[in-house]
C-alpha cells in the first residue's frame, strides 16, 4: 500500500525553497515523497481555527475541517472506499483509515515525540516513520519507542460522509 498524503494549506519558508531549488525536485521528491512539502512547524500550518484558513465546504477533496470536526465525503474523497485506505489529514493531524469496512481515526500527533506528518498504514497498522513507532487501528503501542498510545477520535458514517470528532 502506498503512502497517502492529504495536505490543505501550508508553506515553503524560503530556506527550505531554496533547499529545493538546489537539491532539485525531482530528488526532493522521490527522497521525502510528498509531506516533505507539507512538514512545515506549526506556525506555518494553516490553523483550522485561523479565519486565513480555506473556506469549509467546496474542497476539491472532499475534507472539510471545522473547529473540532472534519467531515470528508466519500463520494469524492475515495481513497478510503476500501478496506487498507487511509489518509492523513496534516491540517487536522489527524489519521484515518478503512479498516475492514470501519473507520477509525486518531490524532496524527505521535506519543514519542511529536511527529505529526510521517505516517505510514499498512496491515493495519500505522508506523510513525520518525523513530519507527508502530499503532494498532485503536491507537494502541504495537512497537515503540513510544510508550503510550494515540489519542482515538469518533467516527460517525451519515451515507457517504464520515465524520471525525476530535
Ligand atoms: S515521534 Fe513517532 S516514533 Fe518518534
Not at 525536485?25 to 512538514?39: N, P
Not at 490553523?47 to 475541517?65: A, E, V
Not at 506519543?111 to 508506523?127: K, Q
Request: charged letters at 15%; proline letters at 5%.
Amino acid at each position: 500500500m502506498g503512502k497517502h498524503i492529504e495536505s490543505i494549506g501550508g508553506s515553503l519558508t524560503d530556506s527550505r525553497r531554496k533547499f529545493i531549488e538546489k537539491a532539485g525536485l525531482a530528488t526532493i521528491m522521490s527522497t521525502f515523497g510528498v509531506a516533505f512539502f507539507t512538514s512545515c512547524s506549526s506556525t506555518e500550518d494553516a490553523d483550522p481555527n485561523n479565519p486565513n484558513n480555506p473556506p469549509s465546504g467546496d474542497q476539491p477533496n472532499g475534507i472539510t475541517i471545522s473547529g473540532t470536526t472534519v467531515r470528508i465525503d466519500l463520494s469524492v474523497q475515495t481513497r478510503l472506499a476500501a478496506s487498507g485506505g487511509w489518509l492523513l489529514i496534516q491540517n487536522a493531524r489527524t489519521l484515518v483509515a478503512n479498516v475492514n469496512g470501519s473507520y477509525v481515526a486518531m490524532t496524527s500527533v505521535c506519543t514519542h515525540s511529536g511527529c505529526f506528518d510521517s505516517w505510514t498504514f499498512a496491515n493495519n497498522r500505522f508506523t510513525c516513520t520518525c523513530h519507527g513507532s508502530v499503532f494498532d487501528p485503536s491507537g494502541r503501542v504495537l512497537q515503540g519507542p513510544a510508550a503510550s498510545p494515540l489519542q482515538q477520535y469518533t467516527t460517525q458514517l451519515s451515507g457517504t460522509t464520515l465524520t471525525i470528532t476530535r
